[in-house]
């Protein structure tokens, strides 16, 4: 970590490891926990992996089926969180996003880049979620039409880092991610 009172290279340093989550499937950023509210206003979270992510964008990426619930509860409520927890680097990463559906024609280059072996993430019948005889009973054929790109647009990020003494700040795009530090 760099300086301590250095708020730029806080917010650069959790930039450098969203960037390494995308590159690297063993960082632990590669594993957001992805939360949502459904449709009746209930808290959803669940693991995704984070595909891009751009700073000079404030901009996260995610890749799943269309037909997943998490899409329901986006279509009703374009909102998300991003928590990463990052042991080695001892920081809590969380983002609040609103969230851009992106599917068909818009996807085709994400789509090209999915390996054949990942294609059959997108596509599983019956649909994710559809209760089934048996533990086995569904079927995985990729399907390009279900393949979706969640845009997560950062609006706000609050970074906790543990050490003799804790840090933590909390950062804004209205605020030009100026930022300010926080009681942790
Ligand atoms: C390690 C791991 C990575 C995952 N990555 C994704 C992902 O990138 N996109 C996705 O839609 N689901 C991913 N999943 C599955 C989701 O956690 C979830 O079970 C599924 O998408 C259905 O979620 P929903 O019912 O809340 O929509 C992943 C699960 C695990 C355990």
């Known amino acids: 970590m760099s300086d301590p009172n250095d708020l730029a290279a806080f917010l650069n340093d959790a930039w450098q490891l969203l960037r390494r989550g995308v590159a690297d499937s063993r960082s632990p950023a590669r594993y957001p926990t992805f939360a949502t509210v459904s449709p009746a206003g209930v808290p959803e ?107 997560c647009m950062i609006d706000h990020i609050d970074l906790v880092h543990l050490g003799d003494r804790h840090r933590r700040a909390e950062y804004a795009r209205h605020d030009n991610w100026v930022g300010n530090w926080r009681a942790p």
């Open 45 to 151: 979270a669940r693991t995704v992996a984070l595909r891009r992510a751009s700073q000079e964008e404030a901009v996260v990426e995610a890749h799943t089926d269309i037909v997943t619930p998490k899409v329901t509860a986006l279509r009703a409520s374009p909102i998300a969180a991003l928590h990463i927890w990052i042991p080695k680097s001892n920081l809590q990463i969380r983002l609040t996003t609103r969230v851009e559906i992106l599917s068909g024609e818009g996807v085709e280059d994400a789509w090209a880049k999915v390996p054949p072996s990942s294609r059959v993430s997108y596509g599983t019948v019956p649909d994710p979620g559809t209760p089934i005889e048996h533990v086995h009973a569904y079927d995985k054929p990729p399907e390009r039409d279900r393949f979706a790109v969640l845009r």
